[in-house]
């Protein structure tokens, strides 16, 4: 632009300029906070965190308080969905990304609009920025009719009395200068400061917020002095927040006196690498319409997601579990595959080399995590290559006969070549419409998401009944909350709505006594406030017991023996399932205090009903419920314990996943009484038997060390700024966070969000041990484990079958020269042992079994080579004895799972016609010898003789160059029970064809 009224400071490289700001603010009293992960852990609302005020979300409601007075930071930002969404723009125009960084400096109840607007000034006028104050202009609030709010005259007064001249500023409504944080909730007048890269001052104010690229917006100050309780409500908070958000890239493009974004030290890097990479001509800039426009364009695309994809996936995103990051994956893939000619993701790889070094210094996360985003970008790759291969030909086969469908994009939704085909048919039965059953099957079966099937309903031209999907798409969420046991009632919420909500915090109540190295888990005295029998729901009070449905009312309700019930308590201390832990089992004790009479119900299974938990169980002995009785309940201590024990191994299994896998994520896990099964993605990676090893190694050194664990409530906005914290990716946490922390002075194990009950130290596991490991779909394994004393038994029968496979290991390998009677035997019994190690499998520890299994196999192998050869041996001296015999011709028969027609003697040794039949491991084979001697004809040669015998079995000769003289028969399956039969027949043919061709008899 050679721009001349921007200072010489204007060759400031990008993390000069970032440090300036964060120097700047902190030399004000602001507080450095780091930026969050762009991934919102605790807020379901958006997508990917979009603004740097959503880790201080909860402060401005309210829920948190604000962890400093003063706080600066640079956040990273990802905007491609939901209400703020540049995915369209990034790449179109000269400033929009899916990817920036939002500076900012933030004020909880400290200093307000005056300091605000004088530090904003003030940096942005003052050296090292030092921009022209004649290129500023500034917007201000101008009131709401509508919601009763005057015009912010007084932000206007500040600007002026700052020194900004009245012809920079502009007043603006509610859409530019009301910042509100959703529908309900804090919200406040903003003030924007624009930037006037055209330098017209006779146009600008007209051009101040209408979208021009030479005018932009760079810094808004945000005023959070209300609260928006709803449509046409607004009430004021008690105290002012300040939230401000500078556009980091939009700064860096100014201060380098450049046309766009992509000119600055921040994308030219991405550009020059694609170039060099691909060998496609250099990026040249160009906006307006001409032939280099697309090439471009494309150049910007791929720079900007490339950036977009390397922070989301350093901060522990994962495209198997977020759609939108997966389709910025395959977008860049696209364009780096169809546009620049590079496939199998090494461009995009290049890339991440060029980010780690332009951003790695301020968010390290993306240097010490590139060997783990490479190789996502690797897999990825590897399954969208296996995709387009499959998908595109049949979508180019629909496309033709549909040319209407040329306008979806098949590589965003792989399930569009199925959804298609089914759609049609149902147009067919259903025209006019897609019915809310055929949209919902579009969506649960083929995968097509809710905007897709719009889209489809307009290229069909047909309307699609979305009230329809969405009632069964409801239905199919409420059911998934159902238990699936055919016990438990249907109890709705109206049912339960006038119970007290249960109180299960006692749950976490239980000790561990150090004498005797156990836990105990105190009674809880309770009141019974509701009953489920009969598919009736009653509640009880001192009034008396009411059924809630019908409001008949009676005195007492009576329970026989053996009868399913459900109770409901005001409080608890019954784990109920969740985080993949399973619910308690326990006892339920009801007592008349007046006749002292009692009755047990056996809890068995448990569910919760908006707030109330109901315990289902079989009652014990009869029992009348009056509104007086006293209750109480008792968990199963062991159950309990078991389920601690596994539970915390879970977390364990997880942090070991997480050191001997470059890349890995938990999918799920399922806890029960001492059994953890934990599953977990890989990408790109195997893990092996060693591998599994070091896993199950490292939780029992774990143990071994005793390390505490703790249980800790902290905040969202703490669970994020702590270091070592493991999430579940795509999972969205409450406000309130129970952090589970394995760690001592050494180090941090693990640090997991997590509902369920753990052992207060890892020495209280006593043992881990991997039963099994498998495959399930892609991408995706599954580790099961035993802890505690089954984990002890299975370490006893891995040791056992050690020793015995020990034994047997040292008694083959010093029996020199065995003969084969003695191979035989050794044989056998590597065979009893590999059988009774499979019917083992469950109670032997993963790595035994395959370890074991494997130096059976060895051994079987080198016992079953020498059988072969001790086997080959005794044919070969069976055969040259026959030859030395006076028969003139030799038709002979081997049954012998020990040796092959390949391991007969060589032709030269054959001294007259001779055929074998051999039976080894199910199958026949056969070979004839005709030595030249006795060849004399066409009817007279080992594929003549070989002949008959093929035609009654159905074999197939396997010829040689020499077929006159040998000639072999392909293995055909016979059972063993029938081969006695057919060989007997099969010598009969062979020698009566012997005696023909020799003229014998």
Known sequence: ???????????????????????????????????????????????????????????????????????????????????????????????????????????????????????????????PVSLPLSRLYFTYFGGSEALDLPCDEETREIWLELGVPASQLKREGMKSNFWEMGSTGPCGYSSEIHYDLKGDPGSALARVNADVSDLIEIWNIVFISYNRTGPDSIVPLANNFVDTGLGFERLVTILQDKRSTYDTDLFVPLLQTISKVSGVKPYSGNFADSHLTDLDTNYRMLS?????????????????????????????????????????????????????????????????????????????????????????????????????????????????VSGVKYLNKQLVREPGEISGETAFTLYDTHGLSKNIIEKLAAVKTVDVDMNGFNERLNQLKASSKEKSSSNLPEISPADVKDLPLTNDSAKYNYQYNTDSKTYTFPSLDTNLVGIVLDDQVYSIDSRGIYNVRTGASSGSIQLEHNMWVGLVFDATNFYTRAGGQEDDIGVATLTNPNTHETSKIEIGELTTVEGRIVHFGNVVSPFKVTPTLKSSLDIDARVRLGY???????????????????????????????????????YGETLSVDSVARVEDFINDVIAKGVPVKRKHVSASEMTSLEHVTVIPGEVYPDDVILIDISNEEEVVSREPCCGTHVYNTEHIESCTILGYKSYNHGVRSIKCLTGHASLAAVENGKRINAALTQLEEKITNTAHPDEETLKQQSAELRQLKQHLQSEAKEVPFVVLKRSGALIDALSKSVRLQLREAAKVRIIGDIADLCKTDLPYIVHYVRDDNIEVQALPPL??????????????????????????????????????????????????????????????????????????VVSELMRIARSRAEEMLGVK
Request: charged share 20%; net charge positive; glycine share 6%.
């Open 1 to 127: 632009m050679n721009n001349p009224n921007v200072s010489s400071y204007v060759r400031l490289c990008s993390k000069s300029i970032r440090s300036s700001f964060l120097d700047n603010f902190r030399s004000q009293g602001h507080t450095l906070v780091k930026s969050s992960p762009v991934v919102p852990y605790c807020d379901p609302s958006i997508a990917f965190v979009n603004s740097g005020m959503c880790q201080f979300k909860n402060v401005f409601l309210g829920l948190t308080p604000a962890p400093y007075p003063r706080v600066v930071n640079s956040q990273k930002c990802i905007r491609v969905g939901g209400k703020h969404n540049d995915l369209a723009c990034a790449g179109r125009d000269s400033y929009h990304h899916t990817f920036f960084e939002m500076l900012g400096n933030w004020s909880f109840n400290d200093y307000y609009k005056r300091d605000a607007c004088r530090m904003a000034l003030a940096y942005l006028t003052r050296p």
């Open 304 to 416: 900007d997601y490339s950036r977009m994809i390397t922070v989301a996936l350093a901060d522990n995103m994962f495209p198997d579990a977020t759609a939108k990051l997966r389709n910025v994956v395959r977008d860049a893939l696209i364009i780096s595959e169809d546009v620049f000619q590079v496939k199998q993701g090494k461009l995009l790889k290049d890339l991440t080399y060029c980010l780690a070094e332009i951003l790695g210094e301020s968010y390290p996360e993306i240097r010490n995590g590139l060997n783990r985003i490479q190789l996502i970008i690797s897999e990825e790759s590897r399954i969208f290559d296996n995709l387009r291969k499959g998908a595109v030909k049949e979508w180019q086969t629909l496309v033709k006969n549909q040319p209407e469908l040329k306008v979806l994009n098949v590589m965003e939704e792989p399930g569009l």
């Open 644 to 682: 601690m024990r596994a539970h915390t191994t879970s977390h364990l299994m997880n942090a070991a996943l997480q050191r001997v896998l470059t890349c890995t994520h938990q999918k799920s896990c399922r806890v029960s009484s001492d059994v953890s099964a934990l599953d977990f993605s890989v």
């Open 908 to 981: 030269s040794e054959i001294t007259k016609p001779f055929l074998i039949l051999v039976y080894c491991s199910g199958e026949l084979k056969g070979r004839a010898y005709v030595p030249p001697l006795y060849v004399s004809g066409p009817g007279c040669t080992a594929q003549a003789w070989l002949a008959p015998v093929l035609e009654k079995v159905g074999g197939k000769s396997v010829g040689s160059k020499e077929v006159e003289r040998v000639c072999s028969m392909e293995g055909v399956k016979i059972g063993r029970e029938e081969v006695e039969g």
